[in-house]
């Protein structure tokens, strides 16, 4: 593969629209077509060399019985999923001041505990370059309603048994769950 051009085709208020121009090993020139929260890509290294746009919290009950998700309405779905809490990185915010700040916004549960940050990782990486650092860990208190009148969400704890369950019937996003998946087949 041979990079030749990133052009901008359209800025949105949250995202960006690029075209990325490049060549294939059998020397055919292709079009892909990419978003991302960077509004100035302008070269090939611009793609990776960025930090972490959002943190994701793989939250378990302070006994480690339960696991946390969220039951969301994603409009691009134009259906429920079931996600781990997220949401972007403010400027000049740590990951964990982040993590804590985005678990109470949405839903009401303070982080108790962190025990792992997972490295950065891609959110959508068949049409994004958004980043991701994932916190695990465990939080507590009252469910509250999410503060942001544009998301609607349904916070709750699950046990494995519930999450089997869900999995079988339930839209659920990509990592979470394959996450899930294997959280509730341990012994």
């Known amino acids: 593969m041979e990079f030749k051009d990133i052009?901008?085709?359209?800025?949105g208020k949250?995202?960006?629209?690029?075209?990325?121009?490049?060549?294939?090993?059998?020397?055919?020139?292709?079009?892909y077509e990419m978003i991302s929260r960077n509004k100035n890509l302008e070269k090939f290294e611009d793609l990776s060399s960025h930090g972490a746009d959002a943190v994701v919290m793989i939250m378990h009950s302070m006994d480690g019985e339960k696991i946390l998700l969220n039951k969301e309405f994603r409009l691009p779905a134009g259906a429920w999923v079931y996600n781990f809490p997220a949401g972007l990185i403010e400027p000049g915010?740590?990951?964990?001041?982040?993590a804590a700040r985005e678990l109470k916004e949405e839903t009401g549960l303070t982080l108790g505990e962190i025990t792992d940050v997972l490295g950065e990782s891609f959110s959508a990486i068949g049409f994004s370059n958004e980043k991701n650092v994932c916190i695990v860990g465990k939080a507590?208190?009252?469910?509250?309603?999410?503060?942001?009148t544009f998301e609607e969400?349904?916070?709750?704890?699950?046990?494995?048994?519930e999450v089997a369950s869900l999995l079988d019937s339930e839209y659920f996003a990509g990592r979470t769950q394959a996450y899930c998946y294997l959280w509730s087949h341990q012994n």
């Open 140 to 148: 507590y208190g009252n469910f509250e309603k999410s503060t942001s």
């Open 7 to 11: 052009k901008k085709i359209h800025q």
């Open 14 to 31: 949250f995202i960006a629209r690029y075209d990325l121009t490049y060549v294939t090993t059998d020397n055919v020139e292709k079009v």
């Open 93 to 98: 915010e740590s990951v964990e001041v982040a």
């Open 153 to 161: 969400i349904q916070a709750a704890w699950y046990n494995k048994e």
